[in-house]
């Protein structure tokens, strides 16, 4: 459904994607079902010369198992839909799979800025890289998030990672993705944050392990004050 | 001067209006009537505002930069203020004056066999509350900064601090104005819920009620039930902004998501507050037009109630993303599912209300079948919404502008005309068009489908909510996803064209319509034995029931309907 215009690119799109689509059986067999009843219901019943209506109540067994049985139905698709849902939601929401890197979001009006370690691969240390606007991450890696607000909410949403969080001010929220496909794809702000809100795009880059390498020796801090990097200093 | 004091004297003295000044007239009738139909101009004038609103944001989505006519060049600040403004008008100004209000204020009285509310003068100042709150949401428009432009839901820190909202008085106009509101609405609940319980026709028992007035009545219980919790967050807010207090602010020991919280308590009630009585208003005109006894009245009525107190546990399925904990998603997920089981069964019922039936496609009967048809997809797509797993992905992209819309529409603009069409003989005692009618109702739900099905589709592909030009977001900024927008916006201009026929149609009643029958569609509720309009007090001689309101083709009688206050 949704990969046909968005790319799945981490590990829980597939998830999400297969909910959306257990969903769509499920509701839009009730929904088609429903809406042949009903008009054929208006055509069968017209008005007709010489044709009175039949007197019913709703208590008659006949006619009301037709209300009752799909009622009971919906029910059981209601417990198949919620089990899914819930299953998928623990798995993005609820559990945080041990991190290869963890990178800070932070959202304000009307830019994003993340933090992510340098070649020393741990957050808040001189070699931190930092980027406003542009998120690049290595493919096959966990990364964790810690989102953060300096002024209003906002919301990291990633389309083809089916990862959306708000954030939210005084407080850090810890999320987690694995990107599964290289590319350039769209950040978005999905809460409105002001008169910016429009414009506050940014971009994520999903490199492979020889590419991240490269844009992290290019843009650590440590490297440009050494001057020089040496390929055994820099983390996996 | 002595019918001043005539007036001033006797406010709901009966007979004795026709000499009253206009300013007395309009400005202090306490008739149920009078009022009801200030609510219902007053709405329907608001609904122009919000069309318009949308009108120019709509066209700013698909012609990006372009000047709007009659608007001009729309700035990013002016898309916020604009999709503000016509959230809360068509929720707080035109859904439930129009819904609630109007038609409670209308039929309440008239459908008890009574000959007004029991509180006319609480009525009376209802109304002139709820005008000043309309006319302070519009006047914000025009005031400095312009409108807030928080969205309706005004989340802060955005909507407390102006140092981040960039409108100082739009924001604390529009807090004022919603509070206004709501205490218009808790006035006019009242009443509905008094005058309903306490004031009916002698032999009406509870279940010889018309469904409609049941969900008035249960609209409003769930109203002041709710709106409490808001009312409280909404002077905290008013704080923040003005007195610089930390309510929401976390810096100052406060928490944005507070107000989520206080908001989401009343705001999905609410849902079910302009819903119900909407759904009220299907099913008498099903019942009428079909001419079929209401397929269940008992269980009908069960699944109101369910549905009503099941609103106030699933709130927080708006916030799942929002930083509350992660666990609590998975019980409203729950609870928001288990909700689709009333609403599906009413569904269930009313259609199952046309098996055996007698159907008559007349302009009312269209709109109610298609307020069924048009919901059904709105109920079922919010589904996806609910399954926490899916909203991940959906929360806050046009998915769910498209879902509430095809809740909202029906609910709002379906049920208003499907009522409207047909009380008009009842309230201004002539009939409408036929013909014009068809046309509105087909220039309308066509074009209807035309705006809301594509955003499914573009929401799907990722655009996200309150963007005034998606041409800054690479991968939303295919031609595929602008065509989309495109026709959106084509199928609204198309489907304001057609509102053209609707207002002509009641300026050439007015002017030249056929004068109404008592009753025009041999229906059996007690509004139809009042004349047609309905003098001051209703009945010469009030009414008593002897039956049910749906006693439609019962075997054995000569005429298919058998009205409620006929003797046996």
Redesign the interface.
């Known amino acids: 459904m949704i990969e046909r215009w968005v790319q799945q690119a981490s590990s829980f799109a597939g998830d999400v994607d297969g909910l959306v689509l257990l969903v769509t059986v499920l509701v839009g067999f009730w929904f088609i079902a429903a809406e042949i009843m009903f008009f054929w219901l208006i055509f069968r019943f017209r008005k007709r010369e010489g044709v009175a209506t039949q007197y019913l109540s709703g208590k008659e067994k006949h006619v009301k198992n037709w209300v009752n049985i799909p009622h009971y139905l919906v029910l059981v698709c209601d417990v198949f839909i919620i089990i899914a849902a819930v299953q998928v939601w623990v798995k993005i929401k609820q559990t945080l799979p041990p991190a290869d890197a963890t990178i800070r979001v932070v959202g304000q009006q009307w830019a994003w800025t993340f933090t992510q370690p340098g070649p020393d691969g741990l957050l808040d240390t001189a070699d931190d890289i930092r980027t406003s606007d542009d998120l690049h991450v290595e493919v096959d890696k966990t990364y964790h998030f810690k989102l953060e607000a300096t002024d209003v909410l906002h919301s990291f949403s990633v389309p083809v990672f089916r990862l959306k969080q708000d954030s939210v001010p005084g407080r850090t929220i810890t999320g987690w993705f694995k990107p599964t496909k290289a590319g350039d794809f769209d950040i978005q702000c999905a809460e409105i944050c002001g008169i910016g809100h429009g414009i506050m795009a940014a971009r994520l880059h999903v490199e492979t392990a020889e590419q991240h390498q490269e844009w992290m020796a290019q843009n650590s801090p440590i490297a440009e004050a050494e001057a020089a990097v040496s390929d055994s200093t820099t983390s996996e | 001067m002595a019918h001043h004091t005539h007036a001033a004297d006797h406010g709901a003295a009966h007979g004795a209006h026709h000499d009253q000044p206009w300013f007395i007239k309009y400005f202090w009738s306490t008739d149920h009537k009078m009022i009801a139909f200030q609510y219902l101009w007053t709405g329907m004038l608001m609904g122009l505002v919000g069309a318009f609103t949308a009108y120019v944001f709509r066209m700013q989505l698909a012609f990006p930069g372009q000047p709007v006519p009659g608007w001009g060049v729309v700035?990013?600040?002016e898309?916020?203020s604009l999709i503000t403004t016509h959230g809360s008008i068509m929720v707080f100004w035109v859904a439930m004056p129009v819904l609630i209000a109007a038609f409670g204020n209308f039929l309440i009285p008239l459908m008890c066999g009574v000959d007004d509310m029991v509180f006319p003068r609480l009525n009376r100042l209802s109304y002139q509350i709820f005008l000043l709150s309309a006319i302070i949401i519009v006047a914000t428009l025009f005031v400095d900064g312009g409108a807030f432009?928080?969205?309706w839901t005004a989340?802060?820190?955005?909507s407390a601090d102006a140092r981040?909202?960039?409108t100082p008085a739009g924001s604390t106009m529009w807090v004022i104005a919603v509070a206004l509101e709501f205490v218009a609405f808790l006035m006019g609940g009242i009443n509905f819920i008094v005058t309903a319980m306490n004031s009916r026709a002698p032999g009406m028992k509870a279940l010889d009620v018309p469904i409609v007035v049941w969900t008035i009545v249960i609209a409003s219980l769930l109203f002041m039930a709710s709106v409490g919790p808001l009312f409280a967050g909404a002077v905290m807010l008013l704080f923040d902004q003005t007195l610089g207090t930390g309510f929401y602010n976390?810096?100052k020991g406060g928490?944005?998501?507070l107000w989520q919280h206080l908001f989401w308590f009343f705001g999905h009630p609410e849902v079910y507050v302009v819903l119900l009585p909407a759904m009220g208003i299907v099913a008498e005109i099903m019942a009428v037009f079909?001419?079929?006894?209401?397929?269940?009245?008992k269980?009908i009525l069960y699944t109101i109630i369910a549905t009503a107190v099941l609103s106030f546990f699933v709130w927080a399925h708006h916030q799942?993303?929002?930083?509350i904990d992660?666990?609590m998603?998975?019980v409203f997920?729950?609870t928001t599912?288990?909700i689709?089981?009333p609403i599906?069964?009413m569904?269930?019922?009313y259609?199952?209300t046309?098996?055996?039936?007698?159907?008559?496609?007349a302009t009312p009967m269209l709109w109610a079948?298609s307020f069924?048809?048009t919901f059904?997809?709105g109920g079922?797509?919010g589904?996806?919404l609910?399954?926490?797993?899916?909203d991940?992905?959906f929360?806050?992209?046009y998915f769910v502008v498209a879902h509430f819309h095809y809740t909202f529409f029906p609910i709002a603009i379906i049920g208003t005309f499907a009522g409207f069409t047909f009380w008009f003989p009842k309230m201004f005692g002539r009939m409408l068009d036929e013909r014009l009618g068809k046309i509105h109702f087909w220039g309308t739900i066509i074009p209807f489908n035309f705006i809301f099905i594509p955003l499914f589709?573009t929401g799907?592909?990722?655009d996200?909510?309150?963007?005034?030009?998606y041409m800054?977001?690479?991968?939303?900024a295919t031609p595929e996803?602008q065509a989309l927008r495109i026709t959106a916006t084509v199928a609204l201009l198309v489907m304001l064209a057609f509102q053209a026929v609707f207002f002509f149609n009641i300026f050439k009643t007015f002017r030249s319509g056929k004068k109404a029958e008592k009753n025009p569609w041999d229906s059996n509720t007690l509004e139809w034995t009042a004349d047609s309009p309905p003098p001051h007090g209703n009945w010469a001689e009030l009414p008593t029931v002897s039956r049910g309101p749906y006693e439609?083709?019962?075997?054995g009688r000569a005429k298919?309907y058998w009205p409620q206050n006929e003797k046996a």
């Open positions: 700035s990013p600040g898309y916020n432009g928080g969205a989340y802060p820190p955005l981040f909202s960039l976390p810096g928490d944005p998501i079909a001419r079929k006894k209401l397929f269940g009245y269980t799942f993303i929002a930083g992660p666990r998603a998975n997920t729950v599912l288990l689709s089981i599906a069964e569904c269930f019922l259609i199952a046309l098996y055996g039936g007698s159907i008559r496609l079948l069924i048809a059904l997809l079922v797509t589904i996806f609910g399954a926490s797993g899916a991940v992905y929360h806050d992209t589709f799907a592909a990722g996200h909510r309150r963007i005034y030009n800054n977001f690479p991968d939303q996803l439609y083709g019962v075997p298919d």
